[in-house]
C-alpha cells in the first residue's frame, strides 16, 4: 500500500487528494532520494527480482528532480558521485551471487559426472542383457496379471527376482 501511496506522489504531488497539509520540501532536505535525484533509484531498479531492495523510504518527486537538474547545471550540487558509488556496490553484490550460484552448479555437475561413471563402470554387455530380460519378463507378468493368469504370474516374478539377483551379482553390490 505504501509502495502506491508513493507513486501517487510521485506523479500527483504530496497533497493530491486536498487533505494534508502542502509540505516545502527542498532538493537537499534528508528525506529526498538523492539517488533519485541523480537519475535513479536502486529500489525501482529490481523490483520483483530476488535483487528487490523493497520501497523507498525516502521520497521520490519530480518537481524536486527538475530543481536539483537546475542547481546541478549551474555547478554548486552533484549526486552523481553516490548514485555510482551505489550502483558498484550492487554490482559486486550481484557478481558476488553470480559466482556462488555457478559454483553450486558446478559441484552438482561434478556429483552428476561421478554418478554417470559409475554407472557406465558398472553397465556390462551381460548386466544390460539381463536387464532387457527383466523388463520382458515384468511385460510378461503385467500381461498376465491383466489376463488373470495369477499363477503364471507368480512363476515369472520369480525367473525377475532370480535374473536380478544375477545382474546384481555382476555389478558388485548386493541386491537391496
Known sequence: MDAMRKQLDVLMGANRNG????????YFDRDVC??????????DLFQLTKMDLGPCPK?????????????KAKGTENFDRELEDMIDRLIVECERKIQRALKRLADEDAK?????????VTQSEEVAQLSKEIK????????????????DKIKTMELVEEL???RADLQGYPLA
Open 19 to 26: 487533505d494534508v497539509r502542502e509540505v516545502n520540501r527542498k
Open 34 to 43: 538523492r539517488l533519485f535525484l541523480a537519475g535513479l533509484c536502486p529500489h
Open 59 to 71: 521520497v521520490h518527486s519530480l518537481q524536486l528532480r527538475k530543481d536539483y537538474e537546475e542547481v
Open 112 to 120: 552428476a559426472a561421478i554418478a554417470i561413471s559409475v554407472s557406465e
Open 136 to 151: 520382458e519378463k515384468m511385460k510378461e507378468a503385467d500381461i498376465f496379471d491383466f489376463e488373470g493368469k495369477t499363477d
Open 164 to 166: 536380478r539377483s544375477k
